[in-house]
């Protein structure tokens, strides 16, 4: 199979001269491999090698040298790039794969920081993709499940700003390298929702006091609402946008919701907390049909910016809710509650809590509880819209 079969163009070396001074280029090929590209997808970068040219300016008596060879090219910056993130023995490992990789993204418009950032973040996703076993391939690194899992543990000390943005840029490469970097999944990936501690009480009422500062009643309305459908049922951006009332019922245990929309996974039903059921029961009570949604109803399309756009917008937009933070926070209370890890994971459509194990203690319990518990006892509970069969499990 050829390299452009692939979608893979090496790009041609571009000869360039220099009133003055001499250029020579010098071709190297590094190599990555996929499955779906064999036996070998090349790249074809170049280096250069320029005489030092220098501008000669009179000061006083003296002479004054000023070197003007700066690299503004993001092929020759890409060649002669040298990390700091990684020692020298672990780039020369990783060197031929990360020049490739960059060199298959970068586009002629791309400033010299720009590249060297995406070489930066390229080595660093390189480098923890070989800490954790696996092999430097297109297939290991280049996914959307592992850059994610690299943000979340190797970027978590940096600002929301900065993770989105060091995260977009390996995507970016991720895309340009591997066809099916962003391939159906056959459960959802959930690596992005607890980056933030859980809200404490104290911060929940400051978030309804954003809510009722809002500047009219209708976002006012609204803005209680993303509170309900986020702290009350741990929805995600998209989940909240795609919401319908006929996806909202009510039986002799509490309000539920039918939850969809995150990339592909399965409808799930979420029993929403009783603190929060009157809120999303009046949005369904107002809405003009089954089929509307409850969240900006007005609006034409759908998707996560929905959220995002609405709290921008907001009169006080840096006191607003983090919808992940805000899920987490519906995670770990259930936990503590002491509903069970299982009906956790169903309600919130997770795999598992590995993300949220630092914010969950061990719930407590009675003497009596623990007794029931232990002799397998049938009783029914229920913790804040959740329902606990005990001894069930």
């Known amino acids: ?22 250029l020579v280029a010098v071709a190297t090929v590094w190599t990555l491999t996929t499955s779906r590209c064999r036996p070998r997808l090349v790249f074809n970068s170049t280096t250069t090698e320029q005489d030092q040219a220098t501008t000669t300016c009179l000061v006083g008596q003296g002479k004054l040298n000023m070197n003007t060879t700066k690299r503004t090219d993001p ?58 076993g696996r092999d430097l391939s297109v297939e290991a690194v280049f996914t959307d499940d592992m850059v994610s899992a690299f943000s979340h543990n190797e970027l978590a000390s940096d600002t929301t700003h900065v993770r989105g943005s060091s995260r977009a840029v390996l995507r970016k490469v991720g895309l340009a390298n591997n066809p099916d970097f962003d391939a159906p999944r056959l ?6 929702d607890s980056g933030s501690a859980p809200y404490t009480e104290g911060e929940v009422t400051a978030l309804r006091v954003w809510a009722n500062g809002e500047r009219t009643e209708e976002r006012r309305r609204q803005a209680h609402l993303l509170l309900a459908l986020t702290l009350g049922a741990g929805l995600r951006s998209c989940e909240v946008a795609g919401l319908t009332a006929s996806d909202v019922s009510q039986d002799n245990l509490g309000l539920t919701l039918v939850a969809s929309g995150y990339r592909g996974a399965s409808e799930r ?18 809405a003009a049909g089954e089929g509307s949604w409850l969240f900006r109803p007005r609006r034409t399309t759908a998707g996560h910016g929905t959220v995002a756009t609405f709290t921008k917008r907001s009169f006080h937009p840096t006191e607003a809710v983090d919808v992940a933070r805000a899920r987490t926070t519906w995670v770990v209370n259930q936990i503590h509650k002491g509903v069970p890890e299982t009906a956790v994971l169903q309600a919130a459509g997770l795999h598992d809590l590995q993300h949220y194990r630092r914010f969950i203690s061990a719930p407590e319990h009675s003497e009596d509880h623990v007794r029931a518990l232990l002799h397998g006892t049938r009783a029914s509970e229920t913790h804040g819209g959740l329902t606990l069969i005990q001894g069930a499990l």
């Not at 199979?1 to 001499?22: D, L, N």
């Not at 020369?92 to 002629?108: H, K, M, P, Y």
């Not at 459960?187 to 992005?192: F, I, Q, T, V």
């Open 1 to 22: 199979m050829s390299v452009m079969a692939c979608g893979y163009a090496p790009r041609r070396m571009r000869r360039k001269r220099f009133h003055g001074r001499r």
């Open 75 to 132: 092929f020759e910056v890409i060649a002669a790039y040298t990390p700091k993130v990684v020692t020298e023995e672990r780039w020369s490992e990783l060197s031929g794969f990360v020049r490739a990789a960059v060199g298959n993204t970068v586009e002629d418009t791309w400033t010299a920081d720009r590249t060297r950032n995406a070489l930066r973040l390229v080595t660093k996703l390189c480098n923890f993709v070989l800490r954790t």
């Open 187 to 192: 459960r959802p990936e959930y690596g992005s």
């Open 269 to 286: 039903v979420v029993p929403v907390e009783h603190e929060w059921a009157n809120t999303i029961a009046e949005a369904v009570e107002h």
